[in-house]
Nanobody, 123 residues
């Protein structure tokens, strides 16, 4: 059974940092692109970052470029999203997802999703 479980969401002050983790099971992580998406109330789901299998090449949305870093540890079946210099507009539920499409950035290309973890950036 395919599972993705996010953790690490929290309340943090502007300028702070968080590290999200996406623990995966039930599939061979090496074969999948893993993406992070976020959604806040009243807004559409937004792609944040993704990391490809094999090459570990990464994509970042312009809104997070230079502040967020995605990484994967295939031995631990886990993908991480390090978030620095957080802003109030980063507040959202963050989801990780898995796709067999190399370089997938659209949510429509992702087959498996986690349940999400809440990130709140507020003073």
């Amino acid at each position: 059974q395919v599972q993705l479980v996010e953790s690490g969401g929290d309340l943090v002050q502007p300028g702070g940092s968080l590290r999200l983790a996406c623990a995966t099971s039930g599939f061979f992580l090496d074969d999948y692109t893993i993406g992070w998406f976020r959604q806040s109330p009243g807004k559409e789901r937004e792609g944040v970052s993704c990391i490809n299998a094999i090459e570990n090449s990464a994509y970042y949305a312009d809104s997070v470029k230079g502040r967020f870093t995605i990484s994967r540890d295939n031995a631990k079946n886990t993908v991480f999203l390090q978030m620095n210099s957080l802003k109030p507009e980063d507040t959202a539920v963050y989801y990780c997802a898995a796709s067999m499409l190399f370089g997938a950035t659209s949510s429509t290309n992702y087959n498996y999703w986690g349940q999400g973890t809440q990130v709140t950036v507020s003073s």
